[in-house]
């Protein structure tokens, strides 16, 4: 039985990572696109059989090695978080009728202002919190990019194109305005052991054409726990592993450059066909695939703020804290999806305000408590309170009190007497107004001259895309 406490031993590793590489030897990854098998079939190491590419075991071991060295933690402040928006959510949970709907552009750059504004990033740097359902679907990209980069103070943004066109614009508009690339993003795994051929051939075709530093591609799956992976906890990391490694090497081949090959696997309720997010199981399985990303990588994944609930309620606030608190315990300090519920499918700002002290709490437990190793007498310590029967009025208590006092914004420690003395507002209204406020404060202005620009680029996309 697996636990947190021990984790899985080292031949069990190695094990399932010897397994890995005979996956990819034995039975490969399906890539049905001609162009790209034929410039993979004079690799040596790799072999092309009908539709799969095959991957001797040596080719592998070099990849890993040169490519996935130990490497240090990040510099940073020692138990210090960072947090990130959602994956791009399909709806809005409008946070002033409180009403399910579909987002507009206005949404979108409403959203991103206000991450600005809370110090949240986009997730991993690029992806829009919402995906608008106002504007032609062929303009659905270029509308998030454009609406990202006008209410942002840092040019940011970039999502996945479904056209070469599509992608040249969203090249184009990204160096608009300023930002460095890459500028349009995919994502090959499929599962089990395929690689999705729209995408690979768009990702090879803008290769061709020269935009290779524009691009970028992630090459792991979501494996379903007994649905798209066995159910066998080992055989999917191996699956898991095989798929995220050998689209990666596909990736390097192609672009000469190396790319995260990803590996996670999420519980699969059978009673609603549907991928768990929030679950105990789901944050067993993070841990599980920490564990072995760093015996195979020498990294793990990025924490998450999930949840199943439809609402702003207790099963959002439990099944976030209970999955950000596993995912710090285990070691993971980025944490993406604030804001995001039911899966990607749900924003809210309230949530987004809400996560943000959820993760500060988490913050503050995993740096750990002041512990002083006293030199003086602890007697004499005690004693020097006895006269007053406090130790309020001492600069002791006073100054450590702030160094080791974490204070909410939005968490308040008040009494009950207090709280209805102040209106007895509650924990979500609280949110909605610490997120009204926020807003209304950013004074963000995007440069003249770049707004002109994305406006001339977007206006020409709309006249060849739709």
């Given at each position: 039985m697996y636990s947190l406490a021990g984790g899985m031993p080292d031949a069990t590793l190695k094990h399932i990572r010897d397994e890995t590489l005979r996956v990819l030897e034995k039975l490969g990854i399906e890539c049905d696109i001609p162009e790209v098998l034929a410039k993979l079939s004079g690799v040596k190491g790799l072999t092309v059989k009908g539709k799969r590419i095959h991957y001797a075991p040596w080719l592998v071991e070099d990849y890993l090695k040169?490519?996935?060295?130990?490497?240090p933690p990040p510099q940073r402040k020692p138990g210090s978080l960072s947090l990130m928006g959602p994956y791009s959510c399909l709806n809005i949970l409008d946070m002033e009728s409180r009403v399910i709907r579909k987002p507009t552009v206005a949404d979108v750059g409403t959203a991103v202002r206000l991450m600005d504004a809370l110090g949240i990033d986009l997730y991993w740097g690029g992806f829009t919190p919402l995906i608008p359902d106002d504007v032609p679907k062929p303009m659905t990209q270029l509308a998030m990019l454009k609406a990202t980069v006008e209410n942002r103070r840092v040019p940011a943004g970039g999502g996945v194109a479904g056209s070469l066109r599509e992608a040249e614009f969203m090249i184009e508009m990204g160096k608009a305005s300023g930002r460095a690339?890459?500028?349009v993003g995919f994502q090959f795994g499929i599962s089990p052991l395929r690689i999705n051929p729209e995408a690979l051939s768009l990702f090879n075709t803008l290769i061709d054409r020269g935009y290779s530093k524009d691009v970028y591609a992630f090459s792991g799956s979501m494996l379903n726990f007994g649905a798209s992976s066995p159910y066998?906890?080992?055989a999917s990391l191996a699956q898991g592993a095989a798929e995220g490694i050998g689209g990666a090497m596909v990736v390097e081949l192609l672009q000469k450059q190396d790319t995260?090959?990803?590996?996670?696997i999420w519980p699969f309720d059978m009673r609603f066909t549907s991928i768990v997010f929030g679950a105990p199981e789901t944050a067993l399985f993070r841990a599980?695939?920490?564990q072995f990303c760093e015996y195979l990588f020498g990294w793990g994944p990025a924490g998450e703020m999930m949840s199943l609930a439809k609402d702003v309620d207790g099963q959002?606030?439990?099944e976030r804290m209970g999955c950000a608190m596993a995912d710090a315990l285990?070691?993971?300090r980025d944490f993406a999806g604030a804001g995001m519920i039911c899966m990607d499918e749900l924003f809210s700002a309230e949530q987004l305000v809400i996560d943000r002290d959820i993760i500060k709490w988490v913050e503050r437990f995993v740096c750990g408590q002041n512990f002083c190793s006293e030199t003086t007498s602890l007697v004499d310590m005690i004693e020097s309170g006895l006269p007053n029967a406090t130790y309020l009025d001492q600069d002791m208590t006073v100054d450590r009190f702030r160094q080791d006092t974490w204070m909410p914004e939005l968490f308040e420690h008040s009494t009950l007497g207090k709280w209805q003395h102040t209106g007895a507002t509650s924990l979500r209204d609280r949110?909605?107004?610490i997120a009204r406020e926020k807003i209304k404060a950013s004074t963000f202005v995007l440069d003249a001259g770049i707004q002109k620009e994305l406006n001339r680029i977007y206006r020409k996309a709309s006249e060849v895309l739709t």
């Open positions: 040169r490519n996935y060295p130990k490497r690339g890459p500028h066998s906890v080992a995260w090959p990803g590996l996670s599980l695939v920490q959002a606030a439990a285990r070691g993971a949110a909605r107004e």
